[in-house]
């Protein structure tokens, strides 16, 4: 991946594939498919400044699965590479 930082307290995620058919075998079509809204982090900037200044670091880092809200971050495409860039306060938590 070519090198990208994100600034302040955005995050880069790669979002999870998401399962091809049910858990009753059903297959199902790419249309008919919801994007995936857990994903992993592969960078992170070096934090937001609280009101007195000082940089307060992010609570994920590189290598967390996160959950994140369906309509979260923009998305770009680096290195042919679909990603996710969205604020830290956009993940709802970190699985595992």
Request: negative net charge.
């Amino acid at each position: 991946m070519t090198k990208f930082r994100p600034l302040h307290d955005r995050v880069v995620v790669r979002r999870l594939k998401s399962e091809e058919k049910t858990a009753g075998g059903i297959i199902i079509p790419e249309t008919a498919k919801e994007k995936p809204m857990e994903g992993e982090v592969i960078s992170v900037g070096a934090g937001a400044r609280n009101e007195q200044g000082q940089i307060v670091a992010l609570d994920v880092k590189a290598g967390d699965r996160v959950l994140f809200g369906k309509w979260s971050g923009t998305e770009v495409t680096i290195d042919g590479e679909e990603l996710l860039i969205m604020k830290e306060s956009d993940i709802m938590g970190v699985v595992g």
